[in-house]
C-alpha cells in the first residue's frame, strides 16, 4: 500500500470525520430533526420535576415556541445519559457513517502518483471502497451525536415572554 495515498486518503476522511462531529454547521443540519423526535410527555415531566411554571400555557404551545430556541451541542454517544437538572435534552441524533468522495485528480495532485484507474488503488489496499469512474468514496464509521437542548432557563423565558 502506497504511503502517500494512504497519508492523504486518512487525512481527508479525519478532516471529514471532525467536520461532522463537531461544526456548529453539521449541528445545525441535524437540527431540522428535532422536531420528529420531540416527546411531549418527556418535555411536560420536566417542567413539573423542575417545578416550572407553565403560566397557563399548554404542552403544545410550550413546545412549538420551545423548537423555535433550542440549541445543538456535540456529544459522544457513550457519554453519561444522566438526566441534567439546569437544561432538557430535546433528543440527540446519531451520526452514524460519514460518506467521503475523494477525485482521483485531488489525490494525484496531492501525492504526486499518477493513478491510471481505480486499479492502482485496488492494488493499493482500497479494493473494499467504493470506486466510480473519477473517484472514490470511503465510509467512516462515527461514535458521535448532537444533542439538542434548551437550558431551563430559556424554558422559563419563553413560557413568561409568551
Known amino acids: 500500500m502506497n504511503t502517500a495515498i494512504e497519508e492523504y486518503l486518512e487525512a481527508c476522511t479525519s478532516e471529514a470525520?471532525?467536520?461532522?462531529?463537531?461544526h456548529k454547521d453539521s449541528g445545525d443540519n441535524y437540527a431540522t430533526l428535532v422536531p420528529d423526535n420531540l416527546d411531549q410527555r418527556e418535555l411536560a415531566n420536566y417542567?413539573?420535576?423542575?417545578?416550572?411554571?407553565?403560566?397557563?400555557?399548554?404542552?403544545?404551545?410550550?413546545?412549538?415556541?420551545?423548537?423555535l430556541h433550542f440549541k445543538m451541542r456535540p456529544a459522544h454517544m457513550f457519554e453519561s445519559r444522566q438526566p441534567d437538572l439546569h437544561s432538557f435534552t430535546i433528543t440527540s441524533l446519531q451520526v452514524g457513517e460519514i460518506e467521503t468522495q475523494i477525485s482521483y485528480t485531488d489525490i494525484e495532485e496531492a501525492t504526486?502518483?499518477?493513478?491510471?484507474?481505480e486499479a492502482v488503488l485496488?492494488?493499493?489496499?482500497?479494493?473494499?471502497?467504493?470506486?466510480?469512474?473519477?473517484?472514490?468514496?470511503?465510509?467512516?464509521s462515527s461514535d458521535f451525536i448532537w444533542v439538542a437542548y434548551i437550558t431551563r432557563e430559556g424554558l422559563k423565558e419563553i413560557i413568561t415572554d409568551y
Open 122 to 140: 485496488s492494488e493499493a489496499g482500497y479494493g473494499d471502497y467504493h470506486h466510480d469512474n473519477d473517484s472514490i468514496t470511503i465510509t467512516t
Open 112 to 117: 504526486d502518483i499518477r493513478l491510471v484507474n
Open 17 to 22: 470525520l471532525d467536520y461532522t462531529n463537531h
Open 47 to 67: 417542567l413539573d420535576m423542575q417545578c416550572i411554571d407553565t403560566c397557563g400555557l399548554d404542552i403544545d404551545t410550550i413546545a412549538d415556541t420551545m423548537l
